[in-house]
């Protein structure tokens, strides 16, 4: 399949979740994704007003990330904080699961937390961050299925910091594996170009989380590392 700029740019969620972003800095986000097409704009859940006032009457989704980048919180501050979001304007949630739990084959208690995730997410889309890179082979299994049975609209390789690693054909391609008509592919860390992008796209990859949006479409060196 032949991509166009245009296809790219509409499955790229432009991502400044850096601590250092201030309201300038958020403007300017809003406007790239207005103006190149960008699916989303994925800010830290404080932006989160202002980033749906920016927004208001445009096709560019308003996205938040819970639990980020650590994954630690308790399961009620992460319900309680998704509702806020949502209540604050979010239309899309990315959250991080435990991945000391994950580690520590409490499965149960996984389990308990991904359902509770879901469950405040209500009508909201809801994406896992995955953190693949941090998981032996049999406890990205485990998590994957869990995430999938669960009821997460997407399921993603990494928060694209900390542990996670980067986005690659492989990972994707092990994700595609397990997405159902429900529950799609989001391709997150290290993607600075076109051709990445494409790439993981034909990989299976629905969206692309990516704090180089404007340089993918344009072709551009940008410094990005989300």
Not at 96 to 117: C, F, H, K, Q, W
Request: with cysteine; charged share 25%; aromatic share 6%.
């Amino acid at each position: 399949m032949n991509h166009t700029t245009d296809d790219v740019a509409g499955r790229i969620q432009h991502t400044e979740v850096t601590p250092t972003a201030d309201q300038d800095r958020i403007d300017e986000l809003c406007d790239e994704c207005l103006e190149y097409g960008f699916d989303g704009a994925m800010v830290q859940p404080c932006w989160v007003p202002h980033a749906a006032d920016r927004l208001a009457d445009s096709d560019v989704a308003v996205c938040t990330a819970v639990g980020f980048p650590m994954g630690g919180d308790r399961p009620l501050t992460k319900a309680v904080a998704i509702r806020d979001a949502v209540a604050a304007g979010a239309d899309e949630i990315d959250v991080m699961p435990n991945i000391g739990y994950v580690r520590s084959g409490n499965d149960r208690a996984v389990r308990a937390e991904l359902e509770t995730i879901v469950e405040a997410a209500d009508e909201a889309t809801v994406k896992i961050m995955l953190e693949l890179a941090a998981l032996s082979p049999e406890r990205r299994e485990f998590l994957t299925q869990a995430a999938v049975e669960a009821g997460f609209d997407y399921i993603k390789n990494s928060s694209g910091w900390g542990a996670g690693g980067t986005a690659d054909v492989e990972t994707v391609s092990f994700l595609s594996e397990h997405a159902t008509p429900e529950t799609k592919v989001k391709a997150s860390g290290g993607i600075k170009t076109f051709d990445d992008a494409v790439s993981l796209l034909e990989a299976g990859a629905e969206l692309l989380g990516a704090s180089s949006g404007v340089e993918i479409v344009t072709g551009e060196v940008g410094e990005g590392e989300y």
